[in-house]
């Protein structure tokens, strides 16, 4: 299996909701499914501030990952962040999301993003090692904050 990658669009949404679903689920994430939608939907019409993207085939997806996109001073132009990179049960394991980390920020690099951000759980040792074999370091002694500037979506 290929980590092959897709730019989703409206016509993949009911492949990419029940992932993103499936994600949330996983994570303790408690969102709505209208809320989940109004998140995800701008991404599948095109914003320009922000994408996501199927992986393997499109006929059976295996994962997406979604990514927001900003601009930085330090880093000198436009800069990425990965907000989500979900690869179904079944299929971990055998590098998928190691290939996904390998190809997007070459892709994404020749569209001009500079810099590429995540966040990562402290006690998660599994995705830690997997972020930094593929080239993400720590910034210390910088720490990810975060203010919410507008009440939650329904359903968070």
Known sequence: ?????TLATL??????????????????????????EAAVLPLLEGTPHGALYLIGPLRAPVGY???GFGWSIEFGGIDGFLDELYIRPPVRGRGLASEV???????LASAGVTAL??????DNSTAK??????GFVSRAPYQLMTRRLSAPMSGT
């Open 1 to 5: 299996m290929s980590a092959t990658l």
């Open 11 to 36: 016509e993949h949404s009911e492949k990419v909701l029940p992932l993103v679903a499936a994600f949330h689920a996983e994570e303790g994430l408690n969102r709505s499914d209208e809320a989940r």
């Open 65 to 67: 990952v979604a990514l």
């Open 101 to 107: 980390l390998q190809a997007l920020p070459a892709a």
């Open 117 to 122: 951000h995540l966040e990562v759980g402290h």
């Open 129 to 134: 090692s997997l972020y930094e074999r593929a």
